[in-house]
């Protein structure tokens, strides 16, 4: 259940990211802002990860918030990256 608390908002944060870099950004600049988005997710993985108290499973909710992040980014950047080479 703690997995949950922590690596949900990351993944949040990345799809978020992604939206506003589709709705914000110019198509030129789609595949240059979506590895930003990726370490701010990063990011915010460590900062939430950090400020935990609890060790067990720190690898294990590491891994889902990254992997996660990581699967949202590839599948925006499927739909965004033909849309910037238009």
Not at 56 to 84: F, K
């Amino acid at each position: 259940m703690r997995w949950q608390l922590t690596v949900i908002p990351v993944w949040l944060c990345a799809g978020v990211g992604a939206l506003l870099v589709g709705l914000f950004s110019p198509a030129s600049q789609y595949l240059t802002w979506l590895p930003i988005v990726l370490a701010v997710a990063i990011f915010l993985t460590f900062c939430i990860q950090l400020a935990l108290v609890q060790k067990e499973g720190l690898v294990n909710r590491m891994t889902a918030s990254l992997v996660g992040s990581a699967i949202i980014l590839a599948a925006a950047t499927a739909i965004l990256a033909p849309l910037s080479l238009a």
